[in-house]
Antibody, heavy 113, light 106 residues
Framework: EVQLLQSGGGLIQPGGSRRLSCAAS????????MSWVRQAPGKGLEWISA????????YYADSVKGRFTISKDHSKSTLYLQLNSLTAEDTAVYYC??????WGQGTLVTVSS | IQVTQSPSSLSASVGDRVTITCRAS??????LAWYQQKPGRAPTLLVY???NLQSGVPSRFSGSGSGTHFTLTISSLQPDDFATYYC?????????FGQGTKVEIK
């Protein structure tokens, strides 16, 4: 069974940083591209980043480009999203996803002083 | 690529036929997925490649379309179907979601 277990959310001050983690199991992690999607409170879904199966290609939405970094650690079967220079507009539930069919449980990131 | 989803909300009764539409700003062939999301939960995949039903999804759900015009149809709305539905274009990066359609009980 595919499982994606997320961690790393919390309350962060504006301008701060945080790393989100997504521990994968139940599939061959280094064979799949992975993505991050976020959802601000009461709003719709926003695709923000993806990484190729091998981890060598990364893609970003304009809203996070230059501030967020996606990465994969194949030895740990874990996907990461490094969040830097956070603002209140980054407050959201962040989901990791494997292709289209498997999603993590989500982790809430709140940016506030 | 922009994706415009309509309507933003609708009210329907159990047993009704419901249709939700997504339009892409350029040809995305059949690279479109549909999701259902309930409050406080992650989205779940209903349809991929525009018209392929994900395993385990009831057959009352169906997707159609190609190019720039796509639809999700629920043939007979059931109580468990009251939720928000999103389309997502996956024709390269960046990927984009529609704005969502909230299906409420009439």
């Amino acid at each position: 069974e595919v499982q994606l277990l997320q961690s790393g959310g919390g309350l962060i001050q504006p301008g701060g940083s945080r790393r989100l983690s997504c521990a994968a199991s139940g599939f061959t992690f280094n064979s799949y591209a992975m993505s991050w999607v976020r959802q601000a409170p009461g709003k719709g879904l926003e695709w923000i980043s993806a990484i190729s199966a091998g981890g060598d290609l990364a893609y970003y939405a304009d809203s996070v480009k230059g501030r967020f970094t996606i990465s994969k650690d194949h030895s740990k079967s874990t996907l990461y999203l490094q969040l830097n220079s956070l603002t209140a507009e980054d407050t959201a539930v962040y989901y990791c996803a494997k292709d289209l069919s498997a999603w993590g449980q989500g982790t809430l990131v709140t940016v506030s002083s | 690529i922009q994706v415009t989803q309509s309507p933003s909300s609708l009210s329907a009764s159990v047993g009704d036929r419901v249709t939700i539409t997504c339009r892409a700003s350029q040809d995305i062939r059949n690279y479109l997925a549909w999701y259902q999301q309930k409050p406080g939960r992650a989205p779940t995949l209903l349809v991929y490649a525009a018209s392929n039903l994900q395993s385990g999804v009831p057959s009352r759900f169906s997707g159609s379309g190609s190019g720039t015009h796509f639809t999700l149809t629920i043939s007979s709305l059931q109580p468990d179907d009251f939720a928000t539905y999103y389309c997502q274009q996956v024709n390269g990066y960046p990927q984009t979601f529609g704005q969502g359609t909230k299906v409420e009980i009439k």
